[in-house]
């Protein structure tokens, strides 16, 4: 073989060694780049419940396929991949969302007006508790680190942490202000946007007190949060039309990205890589995280005006959200001067959307 060809051969051999360590590589640590579905996301189911009530939090337990939805009085519970309504928690005066204890089979309300916060059994859904809280609690998770429900009362500007295997109060963190979403990391953190303040509270779940508080800037009036848990990531929607992606160790923003208007909540879907937030305009913004530092808004896709509040279905990564339709709002009067328009009879209605 002359020592032309006995090099070309050496270079045709060396490009497919390094084309075959290159696969290799690719395949042990795949790049997420960005996820864009030709289609996007739509509608793929939608149910109409009707029924009286206004609406606040959505809970998705996507392991028992159960979407919990506070109605004003009561929470409705449907099997999501149906649309059967299979039971209602009643009694829940003024509620306004749902957190899931499954390892111990029970479930708590928040119950805004009665400054309380309902215990239920998961299977039969029926109540078998009370538990005091603050004034007006409003946003409630459960943190699997400490094993306690916290409530953020939103009129007493504090968090009650309830013990979820006792049912007992372990204690009442001051915030400083205006509590609304939060989420926890499984390990002893959690965190709660602080929405008069335009600041993130970090508290410590098993000493319950405040660690540090953040600030959200330059978003404003942050109300929807979530956690990417594995990258340390937190999603913060935000009142001025922006959500803030912020390092859950330190507080560092990583991104400022824009939204649609009038957000509600944030979800973040780990399989994906894909955060939401959901936004009474109409639309729900998705931004896919493309690696921990950073974030790329995928779409702004069209759901229906007030549908901002949702869900993350984890098992088929479906997003979901829920809305009614409005009539014109009254004449305005001195002790209304700004009336909301009346909820059309029965129009109360469940979106699901996916790609």
């Known amino acids: 073989m002359s020592s032309r060809a006995s090099s070309v051969c050496a270079f045709v051999a060396a490009t497919f060694v390094c084309l075959a360590v290159s696969f290799n590589t690719m395949s042990r640590n795949p790049a997420r780049g960005p996820a864009v579905s030709p289609q996007g996301f739509h509608q793929v189911a939608k149910y109409k419940l009707g029924g009286e009530g206004g609406w606040d939090y959505l809970t998705m337990d996507s392991a028992t396929r159960r979407l919990y939805i506070s109605r004003g009085t009561r929470v409705v519970v449907i099997n999501i991949d149906t649309g059967a309504v299979v039971g209602e928690i009643p009694n829940t005066n003024g509620v306004h969302g749902v957190a899931v204890a499954s390892e111990f089979g029970k479930g708590f309300v928040s119950d805004g007006r009665d400054d309380k916060v309902t215990v239920f059994d998961l299977n039969t859904l029926k109540p078998t508790g009370e538990?005091?809280?603050?004034?007006?609690?409003?946003?409630?998770?459960?943190?699997?680190?400490?094993?306690?429900?916290?409530?953020?009362?939103?009129?007493?500007?504090?968090?009650?942490?309830?013990?979820?295997?006792?049912?007992?109060?372990?204690?009442?963190?001051?915030?400083?202000?205006?509590?609304?979403?939060?989420?926890?990391?499984?390990?002893?953190?959690?965190?709660?946007?602080?929405?008069?303040?335009?600041?993130?509270?970090?508290?410590?779940?098993?000493?319950?007190?405040?660690?540090?508080?953040?600030?959200?800037?330059?978003?404003?009036?942050?109300?929807?949060?979530?956690?990417?848990?594995?990258?340390?990531?937190?999603?913060?929607?935000?009142?001025?039309?922006?959500?803030?992606?912020?390092?859950?160790?330190?507080?560092?923003?990583?991104?400022?990205?824009?939204?649609?208007?009038?957000?509600?909540?944030?979800?973040?879907?780990?399989?994906?890589?894909?955060?939401?937030?959901?936004?009474?305009?109409?639309?729900?913004?998705?931004?896919?995280?493309?690696?921990?530092?950073?974030?790329?808004?995928?779409?702004?896709?069209?759901?229906?005006?007030?549908?901002?509040?949702?869900?993350?279905?984890l098992k088929t990564h479906n997003v979901v959200v829920v809305t009614a339709e409005f009539g014109p709002a009254p004449a305005p009067t001195a002790s209304q001067p700004r009336p909301r328009p009346p909820m059309v009879p029965d129009s109360f209605t469940v979106l699901v959307y996916g790609r």
């Open 131 to 313: 538990v005091k809280a603050g004034r007006n609690p409003d946003a409630i998770i459960y943190d699997d680190g400490s094993k306690r429900v916290f409530a953020f009362n939103g009129g007493s500007s504090d968090a009650t942490a309830i013990d979820a295997a006792t049912e007992k109060v372990a204690g009442t963190i001051p915030l400083g202000g205006k509590p609304e979403g939060g989420a926890a990391d499984g390990k002893g953190t959690v965190w709660v946007n602080i929405e008069n303040k335009s600041e993130v509270a970090v508290i410590d779940s098993k000493k319950l007190v405040v660690k540090s508080k953040w600030s959200v800037a330059p978003g404003e009036e942050p109300t929807g949060l979530a956690l990417d848990r594995d990258h340390h990531r937190l999603f913060i929607g935000c009142g001025n039309k922006k959500m803030i992606v912020m390092n859950s160790d330190n507080g560092k923003v990583i991104a400022a990205l824009p939204i649609g208007d009038g957000v509600d909540a944030a979800g973040f879907d780990p399989s994906t890589g894909l955060a939401f937030a959901s936004n009474g305009d109409g639309t729900l913004t998705v931004v896919h995280e493309d690696s921990p530092d950073k974030f790329t808004v995928v779409e702004n896709a069209k759901t229906q005006p007030r549908a901002r509040t949702m869900a993350v279905d």
